[in-house]
C-alpha cells in the first residue's frame, strides 16, 4: 500500500503561555488540514522521525540514529508523560531491515521522548497513542553530526521496508526549520548543564519549571528583537520547501553541517527529520505535497512549516492546499 507523509515544525511554546492568539489561530488553522489529511488516510501504523533536545539520548551514547521498539514520553512542555503505542515486532522487524540495507542503525528497548515526538502525535490525532507508532531518534543537536545524505538513506531504506507490510503507514517527520533556540551546546554549556547533557542526570521538577520559564523569557526577547538567538532565514527555510515540494531531495546530500548551523541556526538539523520522512515517500516514487504552510515565527522561535503529501497518482484534494 501507498505511504503517506506528514511534517510538521514543533515548539514548546506552542504548549506554553506567550504566542498571540492570531498566531496560535494561524498555526493551529494549518495543523488542522493537516489532521484531516490523517484522519482521511486512517494510518494503520505510524513511523515518526523525531529529534530530541537531551531528554532521552546523552553524550554519554549518542547514536545517529536509534528504532524504539518501546518508549516512554517524559512529559515536558505539557505534553503526555507515559508509554506510547509502541509495536514490538514491527518495530524490530524494522531496525533489522535497515540494518540488512547497511543503515547502521541503534535499538532502544526503553527510549525516552520528549515533546519532539508527541506533539506531533498529540495534534494530529489528539491523544499521543492512539495509533501504534515506531519512533526513530534523529540525533539533530549534539555535535558531531553524520551527513545529511545519510539521512536520506536512512528514510529510503525505512520507505522500502515499510511499503512491504500491507499497511496504511503514517510517516511523520518533526522538526523545526531555521532556528536556533536555547538548546545546550556541548562547549559552551556551564558545568551542571554539562553534567545532564553528558550523563543524563534526571531534571527536577524544580530544574523542569526553571527551563520552561527561561524558555518563555527567551522567546518573548527573541520576538521583541532583543536576544542574542540567531534571527530566522526565511530565505533559507524557503529554499528547503522547495526543494521538498519538487522531490529534489537529492540536493541535500553535499549540504555542509557548519554552513547549515551559520546561515540557519544550531537546530536548523532539525529538517533531517523531513529529509528521512520525504526519502521514506520517494522510494515509492514522485509524490506531490497537499497542504503547504510556512511562517517564519518570532514567538515560536522558529520557522514554522506544515507540509503533506501522498503518492502523485493518488487523486489530490485541492482543499487543504
Known amino acids: 500500500m501507498p505511504l503517506a507523509v506528514c511534517c510538521v515544525s ?3 511554546l506552542l504548549e506554553l503561555p506567550g504566542p498571540g492568539p492570531g498566531l496560535r489561530a494561524e498555526v493551529g488553522a494549518a495543523l488542522d488540514r493537516a489532521r484531516d489529511f490523517v484522519r482521511d488516510f486512517d494510518p494503520e501504523l505510524v513511523v515518526l522521525f523525531a529529534p530530541d533536545h537531551y531528554n532521552g539520548f546523552f553524550y554519554k551514547l549518542m547514536p545517529p540514529f536509534c528504532v ?13 508523560a507515559g508509554p506510547l503505542n509502541v509495536p514490538a515486532d514491527p518495530a524490530l522487524r524494522l531496525a533489522e531491515a535497515l540494518l540488512d540495507a547497511d543503515i547502521d542503525i541503534a535499538t532502544s528497548a526503553e527510549m525516552s521522548v520528549d515533546h519532539g515526538t508527541v506533539q506531533p502525535l498529540q495534534r494530529l490525532f ?12 534523529v540525533n539533530s543537536v549534539a555535535t558531531p553530526l553524520g551527513p545529511l545524505r545519510r539521512v536520506r538513506a536512512l528514510g529510503t531504506a525505512a520507505g522500502r521496508h515499510l511499503a512491504t507490510l500491507g499497511k496504511r ?4 517527520g518533526s522538526g523545526g526549520l531555521s532556528h536556533d533556540p536555547p ?3 556541548r562547549a559552551t554549556a556551564p558545568e551542571p ?22 524558555v518563555i523569557a527567551a522567546a518573548r526577547d527573541f520576538a521583541a528583537g532583543d536576544s542574542p538567538l540567531q534571527p530566522l532565514n526565511p530565505k533559507w527555510d524557503r529554499a528547503f520547501l522547495d526543494l521538498v515540494d519538487t522531490g529534489r531531495l537529492a540536493a541535500v546530500d553535499d549540504w555542509d553541517n557548519g554552513e547549515i548551523t551559520r546561515v540557519a541556526g544550531n537546530s536548523a538539523h532539525e529538517v533531517r527529520t523531513w529529509v528521512a520522512a520525504f526519502a521514506a515517500l520517494a522510494a515509492q516514487g514522485s509524490y506531490r505535497t497537499e497542504v503547504r504552510y510556512y511562517r517564519p515565527a518570532p514567538e515560536l522561535i522558529a520557522g514554522f512549516a506544515v507540509r503533506t503529501a501522498r ?5 489530490a484534494d485541492d482543499r487543504r492546499r
Open 10 to 12: 514543533h515548539s514548546p
Open 68 to 80: 524504539g521498539t518501546a518508549a516512554t514520553a517524559v512529559g515536558d512542555y505539557g505534553t503526555h
Open 126 to 137: 489528539g491523544d499521543a497513542t492512539a495509533r501504534p507508532v515506531i519512533p526513530i531518534f
Open 169 to 172: 503507514v503514517l510517516v511523520i
Open 183 to 185: 538548546v545546550p551546546q
Open 193 to 214: 548543564v554539562l553534567e545532564r547533557i553528558v550523563h543524563g542526570r534526571p531534571m527536577t521538577t524544580e530544574q523542569r519549571a526553571a527551563r520552561q520559564t527561561a
Open 311 to 315: 503518492p502523485a497518482d493518488e487523486p
